[in-house]
């Protein structure tokens, strides 16, 4: 039961070589596989090759392909021509006229179109036998330039005058015709200009595409522009601003310091103490700014955006530097969009600053009114200037007052800086809560 008779074990045998014979020429029949499925790629190579070329040669091409097949097709026809003797030369000039102008059936379609439509209507009139449809294959390619290289008003004027002038040679000369014959001219005819009309408006198309991809790049361009010249603003606003604070702020102390060194040693420390706080801080904002136009710097820690809820600590370094300030906060105290958060800071930071710089002795009063769609922020000082130059503040109108109302402006707000009734200098902002994205 458990033994094989050696017919068994031949048969085995026998099938396991069957079996390896076919594995073996399966595999050798692989490879003579792949030179057929490399085949396909002449015809698209030839393709590429062909979009290579100028138009000018395509069409030089094409004019000899049909002067070729026409002049095959009058060889084979010659007996079955009414007058022989003068066939030769007639048949050929006209199948040159046909064929030939095509050459310049792209830079001059309305002309050519006009010679070999002429020069088909004589073939036509002529007892010569046709050219495998009563209308011959230059006419059919030189409907076709026509439409789709003239105007469409052009390319239906023509085309009505051949529907006319074709007709008009068919009745004499073809008796016998019936209604089929003269629908099939017809059909040609119009799909030949139905076709060049639709290469033309595809091409029309096409370059509209390109026209308005230009167009957008064009733009892109302006956009990238006009957003890194806005950047570039912003940022020279925003160092403006931390420049002319802190160095004020330092400026002031360091002209206090050398009064103060020999009447209050202590006092003298904590103002040059501010100084170097002062320092850092504008330091450190610099820094900060200057950042954003460096590339491929990883290893920079940016400081976070100054906000509204940093005026307790701007407040207490203009008080050091020897301006009394007093912060009044109205209103119950709301989130702010990043960008009135910054520029409400940034406003009552150079009002500040300016009173620092013009006001001379003075005493400020900060005030900050939150409403349920503004913000207002309301900076007064009662000092007459250096050298008590009246209501005036000279300096008022520099980058300062500049950079405010550029920033009160991006929201849609509005700032009022002016000399006050009863002494001093005013800056009042308002800006709009529920408009700032």
Not at 381 to 398: F, H, V
């Amino acid at each position: 039961m458990g033994m094989r008779s050696d017919d068994d074990r031949g048969g085995s045998a026998r099938l396991g070589h069957d079996r390896a014979s076919q594995h073996l020429g399966h595999d050798r029949a692989r490879p003579r596989l792949r030179p057929d499925r490399a085949r396909p790629r002449l015809p698209w190579a030839l393709v590429a090759w062909a979009r290579g070329l100028s138009p000018l040669a395509v069409d030089a091409a094409l004019a000899a392909l049909l002067l070729g097949i026409s002049l095959v097709i009058l060889w084979s026809l010659r007996h079955e021509c009414a007058c022989r003797d003068a066939w030769g030369a007639l048949a050929v000039v006209l199948v040159v006229a046909q064929t030939v102008p095509l050459v310049w059936r792209r830079h001059h379609p309305l002309a050519t179109s006009v010679v070999v439509g002429a020069a088909c209507t004589a073939y036509g009139l002529a007892p010569l036998p046709d050219l495998v449809t009563n209308v011959p294959p230059g006419g059919l390619v030189a409907l076709y330039s026509m439409a789709a290289y003239c105007s469409r008003r052009t390319a239906a004027i023509v085309g009505a005058v051949v529907g006319v002038v074709v007709l008009a040679a068919l009745l004499p000369t073809q008796a016998e015709a019936d209604f089929l014959d003269y629908l099939l001219v017809y059909l040609l005819l119009g799909s030949a200009w139905m076709l060049g009309d639709l290469a033309r408006t595809r091409r029309a198309y096409t370059a509209q595409l390109e026209d308005r991809a230009v167009r957008l790049e064009r733009e892109r361009e302006l956009e990238s522009g006009r957003a890194v010249a806005e950047e570039r603003a912003r940022i020279a606003r925003e160092l403006h601003d931390v420049v002319a604070h802190n160095v004020s702020m330092m400026v002031v102390q360091a002209e206090a310091g050398p009064v103060v060194v020999e009447r209050d040693p202590g006092r003298a420390v904590a103002a040059f103490d501010s100084i170097a706080a002062t320092g850092r801080q504008a330091l450190g904002e610099m820094r900060r700014l200057l950042g954003v136009l460096r590339e491929g710097d990883q290893t920079l820690t940016l400081a976070p955006q100054p906000g509204i809820d940093q005026l307790p600590e701007l407040v207490e370094r203009v008080r050091r530097a020897g301006v009394p300030v007093e912060l009044v906060i109205e209103g119950e105290p709301a989130p702010l969009p990043p960008g009135v958060d910054l520029s409400a800071y940034r406003i009552v930071q150079e009002a500040l600053t300016n009173t620092v710089k013009h006001a001379g002795p003075s005493r400020a009063r900060v005030r900050v009114c939150y409403g349920e769609r503004h913000l207002e922020l309301e900076v007064t000082d009662d000092g007459r200037g250096p050298g008590g130059a009246g209501n005036g503040r000279p300096g008022g109108q520099g980058q300062g007052l500049i950079g405010m109302r550029e920033r009160v402006g991006l929201f849609g707000g509005r700032l009022e800086a002016g000399p006050r009734p009863e002494g001093g200098f005013a800056v009042v902002a308002h800006l709009p809560v529920d408009q700032a994205g």
